[in-house]
C-alpha cells in the first residue's frame, strides 16, 4: 500500500533529495545496499538547513541568455556554458524550427537502423571540413564521444594516461575498457614523461588523454610539451576540446587551434552544448579507419540518433559561430579579459585561465556555500563545487563568461567577486 508520504514526495518539495535528506523515513532500504546512496546521506547535515539544494535549482531561462528567473526573481547567469549566446541567435532558432517542420521532431532509430539522414551526414561532413580531418562521428553528448571513443580505442595491450582533472565521461571510458589506466598531476609533463618511460607500451600501444580547457579549473593543457614525449613513447592523443571549442584559437576549434598545434592531435572530442547551445557530441580524427567504431561501441549501436531540430540548429550556429564566429569570440574575450586580470594574479602559472571558465577557490566548504548563498542573494548565479567533484578537493565557486554578457554585467561579476575575496579566505 502506497504511504502518504510517498504521495507527497516530489509534489510538494522543489527538491526530492533535500527532501529526502530531512525525512529518512520515506527512504527505502536500497540506502543501505547501495554505497552511493549512503555517500550522499552522510552530506545531510551539510545541506538540511536549505530550502532548497544548491545543486540542480530550477532557473528559469528568458528572452536573455545572461539573465534567469528563480523564484520570480531575474538573475544573473554567470554559471552558464553558453560561451557565445548561441542559445537565442535568430539563425539558430529558425534553423530548428525548420527541421522540425521538414523532417519532423524526432529520429526514432539509431544510426545504423534506420535512423541516420541527410542532417546527420551534412553535420558529419561540415566538422570533417572545419578541422580538415578525414571523418567525424556524431554521438548524443560529448559524454558518450570520449566514452565510446576510449572504450572501443582501449583494447588490452593498451596503456590510457590521463591528466587528472580530465573529464568524469574520459575516466569513465577508460575504466570501462580493456587498457591499463595510469593518472598524472594536472598540466604536469615532468610526471606524465615519467610514466610514459615506465609504464608505458613498448610497443607503442599508449593513449594520453587530456582535456584542451578544463572545465573546472579554467586551465589550458600544455599541448605543444605533450605532444614533445613522443619521442619518449609513441602514443595516440586525444583532446577533449568541449569547453573551447568555439571559444579559443584563430579560428575558433580550440586549445590545439590556439596553440596552433592541431595537426599534433589524433583524435579530438568535444560537445555542441557549449558554444554552439544545442545537445550533441563529436568526434573528429585522422585515421579514417576509426569510422569502425561506429560498429565497435553498443552504446553507439544501440543509441536512438540525434532529432533534426537539434541537426538543424547545429548546423546553423556551426556556420554562425565557428566559421563566421570572429566577432562573437572577440566579444567573448574582451569580457574575459577583466575577470583573467582580476583572478590569475594569485595563482600557479599551470592554472591561469584565459576564459570562459572561471573559479574562485575558498577555503572550506561551509565558505563556499555561504558565499554562493550571498551571490544568489545578490542576483548573481554561479556554479557552487564542493568536493569531490572539486579538483584537489578545494571548494569553488566556478563561473562561465558569455559573449553575450555586457561590459556592466561583468563589472558587476568583478565587485561582487571582490567582497567575495575580501571576505573569505582563499583556498589555495
Not at 609513441?234 to 573551447?244: G, I, R, T, Y
Not at 557552487?384 to 559573449?403: C, D, E, K, N, T
Amino acid at each position: 500500500m502506497r504511504r502518504e508520504t510517498d504521495r507527497i514526495f516530489g509534489q510538494d518539495h522543489p527538491s526530492i533529495s533535500l527532501h529526502l535528506l530531512r525525512e529518512k523515513g520515506n527512504a527505502s532500504a536500497l540506502i543501505d545496499d547501495n554505497k552511493l546512496f549512503r555517500q550522499w546521506f552522510a552530506r545531510a547535515d551539510f545541506f538540511k538547513h536549505l530550502d532548497e539544494l544548491p545543486l540542480g535549482l530550477s532557473l528559469e531561462p528568458t528572452d536573455d541568455p545572461t539573465l534567469l528567473t528563480y523564484r520570480n526573481k531575474t538573475i544573473l547567469n554567470f554559471g552558464t556554458n553558453n560561451y557565445l549566446g548561441s542559445t537565442h541567435l535568430p539563425e539558430v532558432r529558425q534553423a530548428a524550427k525548420d527541421a522540425i517542420d521538414k523532417f519532423g521532431v524526432g529520429s526514432t532509430a539509431s544510426r545504423l537502423a534506420g535512423g541516420t539522414q541527410q542532417l546527420h551526414l551534412k553535420v558529419e561532413a561540415e566538422m570533417s571540413r572545419i578541422f580538415k580531418r578525414a571523418g567525424t562521428i556524431l554521438f548524443n553528448t560529448g559524454y558518450l564521444a570520449n566514452f565510446v571513443m576510449l572504450t572501443v580505442l582501449g583494447q588490452s595491450g593498451y596503456c590510457v594516461f590521463i591528466d587528472e582533472e580530465c573529464h568524469a565521461s574520459i575516466y569513465e571510458g577508460s575504466q570501462r575498457s580493456e587498457a591499463k589506466q595510469y593518472r598524472f598531476r594536472h598540466n604536469n609533463v615532468d610526471q606524465l614523461k615519467a610514466l610514459l618511460i615506465k609504464r608505458g607500451a613498448p610497443d607503442g600501444r599508449n593513449i594520453v588523454c587530456v582535456d584542451g580547457l578544463y572545465s573546472m579549473s579554467g586551465s589550458v593543457a600544455p599541448l605543444n610539451d605533450i605532444a614533445k614525449l613522443r619521442d619518449v613513447a609513441p602514443f595516440l592523443l586525444l583532446v577533449d576540446e568541449a569547453h573551447s571549442f568555439g571559444t579559443l584559437g584563430a579560428n575558433g576549434l580550440g586549445v590545439a587551434d590556439m596553440l596552433d598545434c592541431l595537426h599534433t592531435v589524433d583524435v579530438i572530442t568535444g560537445t555542441f552544448s557549449k558554444s554552439i547551445g544545442s545537445i550533441g557530441g563529436f568526434s573528429v580524427f585522422k585515421d579514417p579507419t576509426l569510422e569502425l567504431v561506429r560498429f565497435a561501441a553498443p552504446s553507439y549501436m544501440y543509441t536512438a540518433a540525434l532529432p533534426p531540430p537539434t541537426l538543424g540548429g547545429v548546423l546553423a550556429a556551426l556556420d554562425r559561430v565557428i566559421v563566421r564566429g570572429d566577432d562573437l569570440r572577440a566579444a567573448l574575450h574582451g569580457n574575459c579579459k577583466r575577470l583573467s586580470e582580476l583572478l590569475n594574479g594569485s595563482i600557479e602559472p599551470e592554472y591561469a585561465m584565459p576564459g570562459p571558465v572561471f573559479l574562485l577557490r575558498l577555503r572550506t566548504a561551509a565558505d563556499a556555500l555561504e558565499a554562493w548563498r550571498y551571490a544568489m542573494e545578490q542576483g548573481f548565479y554561479l556554479n557552487l563545487v564542493l568536493p569531490p567533484a572539486s579538483p584537489r578537493g578545494i571548494p569553488m565557486l566556478r563561473m562561465g563568461v558569455s559573449a553575450a554578457h555586457s561590459s556592466g554585467q561583468i563589472e558587476q561579476l568583478c565587485d561582487l567577486l571582490r567582497f567575495i575575496m575580501r571576505r573569505y579566505p582563499a583556498g589555495y
